[in-house]
């Protein structure tokens, strides 16, 4: 890609000229390759700049200024934009090229996309705590549906046992009438049997 600036090399503008040369000193130090086109000595390029700058850039009379910078046919901007990119330390984004490696502008880039994966770290570690904290009261209730299982587990085993305890109560119960029973019987007997002793005796 060729950045081309469009100067007027016999411009009677000693502003113009100022500007042109601005231009032209700043892409040498960045060691930007580019284009010189002048549209003074050239109509062809002077209708071709008049051509491709957005009519939004152009001034109220429609005909742009030099210097008018463009990568290939992209149209970058003028004088004005170029300051306030080189003020902003991102003049190689308003000429659309990448910045160099240790540049300023490659040091903001870098701080830039560190900045966005740190977000992104952190909004990946919330939604894994998240879901975290989802699981857990998950599990949490599967604990208490085990526990109460336990509970239900135990108290029926433990109704089973007092319910044993009632039944031997209750047999326990019976076997005693029976012998109280079987005790008044032999009483009975005994005493039957003395009667009947002493009416023989007393015959």
Request: glycine residues 6%; hydrophobic residues 30%.
């Amino acid at each position: 890609m060729v950045i081309k600036v469009f100067l007027a090399s016999s411009s009677g503008s000693t502003a113009i000229k100022k500007k042109q040369q601005d231009v032209v000193a700043f892409l040498e130090a960045l060691k930007v390759d580019y284009a010189q086109l002048d549209i003074a000595c050239n109509e062809e390029n002077r209708m071709w700049m008049r051509q491709n700058v957005p009519e939004e850039k152009k001034p109220a009379n429609g005909i742009p200024l030099p210097p008018q910078i463009f990568n290939e046919e992209s149209y970058c901007g003028d004088y004005d934009t170029f300051f306030d990119a080189k003020e902003d330390n991102s003049v190689y984004a308003f000429l659309g090229l990448p910045p160099p490696p240790g540049s300023k502008e490659a040091e903001q880039a870098d701080k830039a996309h560190i900045v966005e994966n740190g977000t992104h770290a952190e909004e990946t570690n919330a939604e894994g705590n998240l879901d975290d904290s989802i699981e857990v009261p998950v599990e949490k209730c599967n604990g208490d549906a085990h526990g109460e299982e336990g509970e239900e587990e135990g108290e029926v085993a433990e109704g089973e046992t007092a319910d044993d305890e009632a039944m031997e109560e209750e047999t326990a119960g019976d076997k005693a009438p029976a012998e109280e029973e079987a005790a008044v019987e032999e009483t009975d007997e005994a005493h039957a049997e003395e009667e009947e002793e002493q009416e023989e005796e007393a015959e």
